[in-house]
């Protein structure tokens, strides 16, 4: 798992993360849970986290990191943690 993979998987959430919306858009929300799928470790787990923490701390100020916090859950995905700039990704299992 690379945070390449990480990013080309959620791409299509770019513009609810920038515009905001009701909804994600599908391939979004199906992006989020190809990663999940493909996630079954805790090194791909901890890689995922790492990749979307960054994602998190480019984007911060705005609204941005609420509304990418909120995919997971507009999604009907659980994540065992949430996306934002302060979670500690070496606890994930």
């Known amino acids: 798992m690379s945070c390449s993979t990480v990013y080309n ?3 299509p959430c ?3 993360v920038q515009m905001g919306g009701a909804m994600p858009p599908q391939p979004c929300c199906g ?4 990663l999940l799928a493909q996630a079954n470790n805790t090194p791909d787990r901890r890689t995922i986290c ?3 923490k960054n994602v998190a701390n480019g984007a911060s ?3 941005y990191v609420t509304r990418a916090a909120s ?3 507009k999604c009907g995905v659980s ?4 996306i934002s700039t302060d979670v500690n990704c070496n606890t994930i299992n």
């Open 61 to 63: 100020g705005g609204p």
């Open 31 to 34: 992006g989020i849970r190809s």
């Open 14 to 16: 770019l513009p609810f």
């Open 71 to 73: 995919l997971p859950s």
């Open 79 to 82: 994540l065992p943690y949430k």
């Open 50 to 52: 790492g990749c979307l």
């Open 9 to 11: 998987t959620v791409m």
